[in-house]
T-cell receptor, first 110, second 113 residues
Framework: DAGITQSPRYKITETGRQVTLMCHQT?????MFWYRQDLGHGLRLIYY???????DKGEVPDGYVVSRSKTENFPLTLESATRSQTSVYFC?????????FGPGTRLTVL | GESVGLHLPTLSVQEGDNSIINCAYS??????FIWYKQESGKGPQFIID?????DKRQGQRVTVLLNKTVKHLSLQIAATQPGDSAVYFC????????????FGKGTMLLVSP
């Protein structure tokens, strides 16, 4: 189906483990984004990418790594998960101003 | 669903009433604004946008008003329905076309039948 998908939808992991959240879009949008959403903070930008092989930090990049080898995929990796990274993660893509969001991944770090 | 609505400002209305959700933005250089709706367990969904050279824009049952003097946005929803219950976010872009959005913290709208 066309659109933007995220996997897994739910993930429980332990402190110190590496976790990768996947994001895939079928529109060939050039821009892709990762946000985290926490109570009291709204949506905060972690990383974004303007095109394949071009990524840049957002507001809260520490503890996260991204890559964009193909236009349609934008995985987010937590190299060593911490409890403070428990959150809901949203991926988005856009051509210009309007961003289209995925359904989110709820990550719990124990 | 996700508990993103806790601790948010909440607006409670009756079905059929008009709703007004307000947002203060921070960057006087922002030139493009978007309202998003987020239902429980889902990602944000685009509702309506407005450029800084406009002060009003209308969509289907929704109107966005922009007051650049006081850096204020509002979203008006006419004849509110139970399906409008959600968290509403405003977002701003400093340079239209660059695509990096800054989101407000959101307002929860609760519509009673």
């Amino acid at each position: 189906d066309a659109g933007i998908t995220q996997s897994p939808r739910y993930k429980i992991t332990e402190t110190g483990r590496q976790v990768t959240l996947m994001c895939h879009q079928t529109w060939s949008h050039s821009y892709m984004f990762w946000y985290r959403q926490d109570l009291g903070h709204g949506l905060r930008l972690i990383y974004y990418s303007a095109a394949a092989d071009i990524t840049d930090k957002g507001e809260v990049p520490d503890g996260y790594v991204v890559s964009r080898s193909k236009t349609e995929n934008f995985p987010l990796t937590l190299e060593s998960a911490t409890r403070s990274q428990t959150s809901v993660y949203f991926c988005a893509s856009s051509t210009a101003n309007e961003q289209f969001f995925g359904p989110g991944t709820r990550l719990t770090v124990l | 669903g996700e508990s993103v609505g806790l601790h948010l400002p909440t607006l409670s209305v009756q079905e059929g009433d008009n709703s007004i959700i307000n947002c203060a933005y921070s960057n006087s250089a922002s030139d493009y604004f978007i309202w998003y709706k987020q239902e429980s367990g889902k990602g944000p969904q685009f509702i309506i946008d407005i450029r800084s050279n406009m002060d009003k824009r209308q969509g289907q049952r929704v109107t966005v008003l922009l007051n650049k003097t006081v850096k204020h946005l509002s979203l008006q929803i006419a004849a509110t329905q139970p399906g409008d219950s959600a968290v509403y976010f405003c977002a701003e872009i400093a340079h239209s076309g660059y695509s990096t959005l800054t989101f407000g913290k959101g307002t929860m709208l609760l519509v009673s039948p």
